[in-house]
């Protein structure tokens, strides 16, 4: 980890990161949210980002949408590939979205040894991710989705449809 990284993420108060992502972006972020200050992150207008909520950008890239809403406790990270949240999103209380996931390939290193990988996770427009779900890398969720509340996404989700369980399946299709 280098200088700028550490002062980012250790030395800059909260307060400024608010102050500075509010004239950067007219967006809200809660001064007390962990949201790193960095070149990664992309926030569109009118977003909400609430108190106790965690976003990590240092390796990839994190594009949030217009109007996104997203509450208390909830877990953002990024690895190479990047997240993309489109516009009009509710991310519920809890809800770890998680940009990257271990190599396992070998059994004869130790997990952490194998290194990861990345392939990117995109969440369309005006979707909707309940209480405690969890949204693995590789998850594309299509635009209209209501993600059922302590759901687990690592596929693909068609457009205008509401899943629900471990791992999520579509429930019912919207008209």
Avoid at 19 to 24: D, E, F, Q, S, T
Avoid at 26 to 49: D, L, Q, W
Avoid at 69 to 85: D, H, P, Q, R, Y
Avoid at 88 to 103: E, T
Wanted: aromatic letters at 6%; glycine letters at 10%; charged letters at 20%.
């Amino acid at each position: 980890m280098n200088i700028a990284t550490v002062a980012r993420r250790f030395l800059l108060p909260r307060f400024a990161v608010t102050v500075l992502y509010g004239i950067r972006y007219k967006c809200f972020v809660s001064p007390r949210a962990e949201v790193e200050y960095t070149g990664n992150i992309k926030i569109g207008r009118h977003t909400r980002i609430s108190s106790f909520t965690k976003i990590q950008a240092t390796d990839g890239p994190l594009e949030i949408g217009k109007k996104v809403s997203i509450s208390a406790g909830a877990a953002i990270s990024t690895c190479n590939a990047g997240i993309v949240i489109g516009d009009r999103v509710l991310v519920s209380p809890n809800v770890a979205i998680i940009g990257g996931n271990y190599q396992y390939d070998r059994v004869d290193l130790p997990l952490y040894e194998q290194g990861l990988t990345s392939k990117g996770i995109r969440i369309g427009n005006n979707v909707w991710i309940g209480s405690n779900c969890v949204i693995l890398d590789g998850a594309q969720i299509g635009d209209d989705v209501i993600v059922a509340p302590s759901s687990v996404v690592s596929t693909e989700v068609p457009k205008n449809c509401i899943v629900h369980g471990n791992p999520a399946k579509v429930v019912f299709e919207r008209r």
